[in-house]
């Protein structure tokens, strides 16, 4: 972006916050930003903006002194980024903030959400028609608050032409890394990522950092019992004969009535409850992986990889060491 000079201009970034904004949503994205002069000439003019121009409370509970007031931006940002923090039902509903974050993104070169930040977006609907991501534990709720969104659970972060969203926390991050690599180039993100210690892209998506959701079961009776006995006891025999034979029905009888019940086909959830387990045992325990994959169901090491990977992006030894406690 260039002046009438031909001179390069400083980018002019918008951060949206607000009370309950979580600070590393903020703190990330500013310090790739804060970081980008040193790589790349001019860099950005970074602001945090509120409603009423007022400092906000973190979810630290500390103070983030703010530069604008949402009423008084009068020229759209080239950027505009808006923060997520668990303050996000509060500002999605604030009238006077999702009227401003419309009229900016309106003129605005690109528009961004961190974490929750996309219920913003979605109410302001930014959203509509386009894929999006959030916080892995906010996803269902995005989609069925808003079913014009394509919902995108397992993505770091998601462009939809000039519409970006990411998912938790330090997504953000990946996600300003990429504006960078966009406005400078790959090396100077590069950088930048090597001196905050980050990945310039990380590996797998974010189910490898979710816990596993699955509907509620039925609330009593014998397929209520048998989804109970598949999560504690996932090496047994958990094939679809077998599963249909305990509850004297025909095959395609249970077939049929699981995935109305459950939401998922037997073998779906049997594959998910497995790769659970061994999540656990990963995290937990100094087994083998060949011990793991006996102890929960999978026949091969091999099996268990096609299966984890499907499950979460990432293989069960890259699984384990990021996540091994202790």
Request: proline share 5%; glycine share 10%; aromatic share 6%.
């Amino acid at each position: 972006m260039r002046d009438v000079s031909g001179k390069a201009e400083t980018r002019d970034v918008l951060i949206v916050v607000y009370d309950g904004v979580q600070l590393l949503n903020v703190a990330g994205p500013l310090d790739v930003f804060d970081r980008a002069e040193y790589e790349a000439e001019p860099g950005y003019r970074v602001r945090l903006a509120s409603v009423g121009g007022r400092p906000v409370t973190t979810t630290a509970r500390t103070r983030l002194g703010v530069s604008a007031d949402l009423a008084r931006v009068r020229k759209p940002p080239d950027t505009l980024v808006v923060a997520g923090g668990r303050g996000y039902p509060v500002a999605a509903s604030d009238g006077d903030l999702v009227r401003h974050v419309r009229r900016l993104a309106g003129g605005a070169r690109r528009t961004g959400s961190v974490c929750t930040g996309a219920f913003v977006l979605a109410e302001a609907g930014l959203l509509d028609g386009r894929r999006a991501t959030t916080h892995w534990a906010s996803c269902a709720d995005l989609a069925a608050a808003y079913p014009a969104v394509s919902v995108e659970p397992d993505a770091i972060f998601v462009r939809d032409g000039h519409v970006l969203t990411s998912a938790g926390v330090t997504a953000g991050i990946d996600l300003t890394l990429a504006l960078l690599e966009d406005d400078f180039g790959p090396e100077a993100a590069r950088a930048v990522a090597k001196h905050l210690v980050v990945f310039m892209q990380r590996p797998g998506g974010q189910s490898q950092f979710s816990t596993w959701t699955r509907r509620d079961p039925p609330r009593g009776g014998a397929l209520r019992d048998l989804v109970e006995d598949i999560d504690a006891h996932p090496d047994g025999d958990l094939s679809v004969p077998a599963l249909a034979a305990r509850l004297g029905m025909s095959r395609r009888h249970f077939s049929r009535l699981f995935s109305q019940q459950i939401g998922i086909s037997p073998g779906a959830y049997v594959e998910r409850a497995r790769v659970a387990a061994a999540r656990t045992l990963l995290e937990s325990t100094a087994g083998t992986v060949d011990t793991i994959a006996g102890q929960c169901g999978f026949g091969t090491v091999e099996t268990m990889r096609r299966a984890f990977v499907r499950e979460t992006g990432v293989s069960p030894a890259a699984y384990r060491e990021r996540f091994r406690r202790g």
